[in-house]
Each structure stands twice: as structure tokens, then as C-alpha cells.
């Protein structure tokens, strides 16, 4: 999810903070469970976050304890695991998969190549469990391929087909709260392709490599003109967040929506003020 849907770690309180850690040791927990030790190698805090949503929404049964890891060798850390846990797993090395599969095909990377065919069997088997989640971000890699082949500078495009992508990746059961974790989710994925963009014009630009906001490179109104497209995406995503029935948690998920999604734009454009 390209590193941007992390908590501000600044404005956690020590039970917040420890509770977001947990979540992230308990997801690297359930990848060795499920797909081996390479796997947790693409462990990133983005999917913390899709833990916490889905934690909070279906309150599943959690597990709890304190292991070294090769990481952490010396002290123990804690750790939080449910069937939620192992179902972003299963996200966390399909995402990573088919984003090896994409660099490969986009720049010929030979690590990109060697680190797909080392996933490959992890893939194999959270596509058995999720057809539907799998097939929706194979589809969404394949049209955005295409979409750059093209060099089809449409921003509306290309981030709603990376928002069909996470809309499938959030509805984790098909019932009640399908549609509204589908429509948040929507837009929250296009709200981080289109900061992706963003934060990347510079350097696509200058490597002649795709992004949908070229005509926009070197304008000097840039910052408001993104933070006004971003914040368009982001309140609808806000919308649909608070239709949800979500008790625990709530304020560690409002910091990463609302601050930590920020960090990376304000640091680039605005030199860490606050949005």
C-alpha cells in the first residue's frame, strides 16, 4: 500500500502505541505461521492498519503473548493474533507477490523476479483461501499496467482502479458492513495512489517513468492543488469510516487517517506543517 498508512507514532499515547506494535508483531507472527519465514520480509504497517479496522468491526476472539524474533533476538516483544491477523497475512504476501510481478514487468528489476518466485507458493495459497480479493488486485495491477503503457494521464482512472483493488481487500465477510467497508475503503485507495503520485511527480518526471499528474510538474500552485484532491478523496473515506459500528480503537485509527496519512505530503510540500 506503498508506506503511507502508518500512525503519527508522535501523537499515540503508550497504550496506543504498544497496542499498533502489537498488531504489527501478531501480523508478522501469522505470516511465519502461514507462509514461512521469507514472508514476513514483506511485512509493512500499512496492513497494521486493515488489522485494527477489522479487529474492531468483528471483535474476533485475540491471542496473546511475548516472543523473540530474529529481529528482536534479546528482548521479547508483545504480540496480538486472531483470524484477522492470519487473513492480513494472506493479504500482505498477495499484495507483495503481484507488486514484484509488476516491477518486474515495469523496469526489469532481477531481485523484483527472484523475491515473486520465492513467494510464489505463499501466493498460491492465499489465492486458494481469497479468490475474490486475489483476482481483484491481479485485475487492478493488470489495468494499471495497461493504463501506464498507454501513458494515459488520468488520475480519476488510475486511482479508482487502484481504489476496486482495496475495496475488495477490506471486505473481509460479505454481509452487513460489506458496502460501507467497501465504499471507505474505495476511497481510501485512491486517496494513497493519488498521493503516490504526488509525492513521486518529481522523479517520474525526470526518469520519463508514468504518472498521472505530468501536466501538473513544476506548476508552483502544486500544493494546494493536491491537498485539495487529496482531502476530497480522504473525507470521503471519513464518511463512510464513521457509519461503522467501531468502538476499540477508534482513536489510533482516526490518528493514522488524519495525521500519519499526512506525513509524508507535509514533509515534502510544506515542510511538516500540519494539514
Given at each position: 500500500m506503498f508506506g503511507y498508512l502508518t500512525a503519527d507514532i508522535s501523537a499515540l499515547n503508550q497504550q496506543q502505541y504498544q497496542r499498533y506494535k502489537s498488531c504489527y508483531c501478531g501480523l508478522c507472527r501469522s505470516l511465519k505461521k502461514r507462509h514461512g519465514q521469507f514472508s514476513r520480509l514483506t511485512i509493512n504497517y500499512d496492513v497494521s492498519f486493515l488489522i485494527l479496522?477489522?479487529?474492531?468491526?468483528?471483535?474476533?476472539?485475540?491471542?496473546?503473548?511475548?516472543?523473540?524474533?530474529?529481529?528482536?533476538?534479546?528482548?521479547?516483544?508483545?504480540?496480538?493474533?486472531?483470524?484477522?491477523s492470519d487473513y492480513a497475512a494472506d493479504m500482505n504476501v498477495a499484495l507483495a507477490y503481484l507488486k514484484c510481478l509488476d516491477d518486474w514487468e515495469d523496469d526489469g528489476n532481477p531481485g523484483a523476479l527472484f523475491e515473486a518466485k520465492c513467494?510464489?507458493?505463499?501466493?498460491?495459497?492465499?489465492?486458494?483461501?481469497?479468490?475474490?480479493?486475489?483476482?481483484?488486485?491481479?485485475?487492478?495491477?493488470?489495468?494499471?499496467?495497461?493504463?501506464?503503457?498507454?501513458?494515459?494521464?488520468?488520475?480519476?482512472?488510475?486511482?479508482?482502479?487502484?481504489?476496486?483493488?482495496?475495496?475488495?481487500?477490506?471486505?473481509?465477510?460479505?454481509d452487513?458492513?460489506?458496502?460501507?467497508?467497501?465504499?471507505?475503503?474505495?476511497?481510501?485507495?485512491?486517496?494513497?495512489?493519488?498521493?503516490?503520485?504526488?509525492?513521486?511527480?518529481?522523479?517520474?518526471?525526470?526518469?520519463?517513468?508514468y504518472n498521472p499528474f505530468r501536466r501538473y510538474y513544476g506548476l508552483e500552485d502544486n500544493e494546494q492543488r493536491f491537498r485539495d484532491i487529496l482531502k476530497m478523496q480522504l473525507g470521503e473515506c471519513v464518511y463512510y469510516f464513521d457509519k461503522l459500528p467501531l468502538v476499540e480503537d477508534v482513536g489510533l485509527m482516526k490518528n493514522i487517517l488524519c495525521a500519519g496519512l499526512w506525513s509524508a505530503f507535509n514533509r515534502k510540500f510544506c515542510k511538516g506543517k500540519e494539514s
Open positions: 479496522l477489522l479487529s474492531s468491526l468483528y471483535e474476533p476472539e485475540e491471542e496473546r503473548g511475548e516472543d523473540c524474533c530474529p529481529r528482536h533476538p534479546k528482548t521479547a516483544q508483545s504480540w496480538v493474533c486472531s483470524p484477522v513467494l510464489r507458493p505463499a501466493y498460491d495459497r492465499a489465492e486458494k483461501n481469497y479468490p475474490r480479493q486475489c483476482l481483484a488486485i491481479a485485475q487492478a495491477m493488470d489495468r494499471l499496467h495497461e493504463m501506464e503503457k498507454q501513458k494515459l494521464e488520468d488520475p480519476d482512472a488510475a486511482a479508482s482502479c487502484f481504489g476496486d483493488m482495496m475495496g475488495e481487500i477490506f471486505v473481509y465477510r460479505q452487513r458492513w460489506a458496502d460501507t467497508l467497501r465504499s471507505m475503503a474505495q476511497a481510501l485507495g485512491r486517496f494513497i495512489y493519488l498521493l503516490d503520485a504526488c509525492m513521486d511527480l518529481d522523479a517520474d518526471t525526470l526518469r520519463n517513468r
